[in-house]
Structures are given as structure tokens and as C-alpha cells.
Antibody, heavy 122, light 108 residues
Framework: QVTLRESGPALVKPTQTLTLTCTFS??????????VSWIRQPPGQALEWLAR???????HYSTSLKTRLSVSKDTSNNQVVLTMTNMSPVDTGTYFC??????????????WGQGTLVTVSS | SDELTQPPSVSVSPGQTATITCSGD?????YAWWYQQKPGQSPVLVI????QRPSGIPERFSGSSSGTTATLTISGTQPMDEAEYYC???????????FGGGTKLTVL
């Protein structure tokens, strides 16, 4: 059974760096074809893809946010960490992590975490 | 352009067919994926690579693509299908994903 769970601060101040952790089970990020993405959703707005890390440690970033994002993995602990620098109120929203199994569904996101709400405010 | 354009809303009567479109230049060469998101819940993958239905997704959900437009079709729409639907594409050359703006499906 595949599960993912996001964790991190619920509140960050403007200009601070956000660090979120995705802890997953039911698959390994050392298995060929496995990837974990981060996606966010401002309140009442659309989904926005942020970043992805692949089984071979390839990393991919949103073109508009890549200067602020970093993604890494801890394969032994089944975790993926996202950092986003210079947070501002427009970054407020729910942050999701999700799995990709390229062998099953190409670059689709087949399992999602429940999401974690991050509010940026002083 | 990496924009995907969806109609903001679609309405359908129960039992009828709902059609949601997603248009974008990249879809001329890339696949589309479709997600269903109900209020307060995480998205669920309902169509993969234009037309594949993941296991557990009802047969009334289908997908197609032609030119630069992907289409999600829900046949025999049920009240439980009322949700926001998002399309997504993956730019293979630059290796990044992007979503459409979402379509609110109302079943009334």
C-alpha cells in the first residue's frame, strides 16, 4: 500500500525559508521509474507543479520558481525534502507531495499525500 | 507555451455526458493526464496518457486527444462526479510538468 505524508511548519514569516518533508511508504525511490513531485495549491486556486526528484537523483523544477526551490531525497528513510527560499504571502497554500511510477502511468501522479497547509504571514 | 486552457465550469444533468476540454500547444506532442479533486481532498488520477484509465476508476471516465486539445468525457454522469477537474502535461524536452486552471463540474 502506497502512502505519502507531508510535514513541516504551518506558519512561516516572509523572507524565511520553508522546508517540507514528504515521508512515504509502499515503494522505494531507489527503484527505477519511481519519482516524487511537489505540487501546491493556493486557497481556492488551481494546482501548481513545483519540482520532482527521480530514482536516479535527477531533479526537475518549475521554470518560474527554480531559483527558489531545491529538492533532495533520503532513500534509506523514504523521505523527500523540498526547500523554498524567500517565502512571501503569495506562497500561502496547501503543499502536496505525490508519486510518479513512470512504468505504469508515465509522468502522471498516481498517489498523493493529504497535503499540508502553509501560511506565510508576519 | 506551457499553458493549458480549461473552461472554468461545465454543467451537466445526472445521467448525461460531461465533456471537459484542455487546450495547449504542448498537447500536440505530449500526453495529457486528468485529475479529479473534491473539496478538501487530494487530487485523484482518473485518466493517464490521454486515454488510459487507472485501476479502480469507473468505466464512465474516458479520455481522448486530437491536435492540441485533450478531452475528458464522463458518460452517465453521477452526482458523485461533481468536482474540480485538472489536466496536466509533462514537457519532455525541458522536463517539467504543468497544470490547467481547472474546471468545476456541476451535476444538477
Amino acid at each position: 500500500q502506497v502512502t505519502l505524508r507531508e510535514s513541516g511548519p504551518a506558519l512561516v514569516k516572509p523572507t524565511q525559508t520553508l522546508t517540507l518533508t514528504c515521508t512515504f511508504s509502499g515503494f522505494s525511490l531507489s527503484t527505477t521509474g519511481m519519482c516524487v513531485s511537489w505540487i501546491r495549491q493556493p486557497p481556492g486556486q488551481a494546482l501548481e507543479w513545483l519540482a520532482r526528484i527521480d530514482w536516479d537523483d535527477d531533479k526537475h523544477y518549475s521554470t518560474s520558481l527554480k531559483t527558489r526551490l531545491s529538492v533532495s531525497k533520503d532513500t534509506s528513510n523514504n523521505q523527500v525534502v523540498l526547500t523554498m527560499t524567500n517565502m512571501s504571502p503569495v506562497d500561502t497554500g496547501t503543499y502536496f507531495c505525490a508519486r510518479t511510477n513512470t512504468y505504469d502511468y508515465g509522468s502522471g501522479l498516481d498517489y498523493w499525500g493529504q497535503g499540508t497547509l502553509v501560511t506565510v504571514s508576519s | 507555451s506551457d499553458e493549458l486552457t480549461q473552461p472554468p465550469s461545465v454543467s451537466v444533468s445526472p445521467g448525461q455526458t460531461a465533456t471537459i476540454t484542455c487546450s495547449g500547444d504542448k498537447l500536440g506532442s505530449e500526453y495529457a493526464w486528468w485529475y479529479q479533486q473534491k473539496p478538501g481532498q487530494s487530487p485523484v488520477l482518473v485518466i493517464s496518457q490521454d486515454s488510459q484509465r487507472p485501476s479502480g476508476i469507473p468505466e464512465r471516465f474516458s479520455g481522448s486527444s486530437s491536435g492540441t486539445t485533450a478531452t475528458l468525457t464522463i458518460s452517465g454522469t453521477q452526482p458523485m462526479d461533481e468536482a474540480e477537474y485538472y489536466c496536466q502535461a509533462w514537457d519532455s524536452s525541458s522536463a517539467y510538468a504543468f497544470f490547467g486552471g481547472g474546471t468545476k463540474l456541476t451535476v444538477l
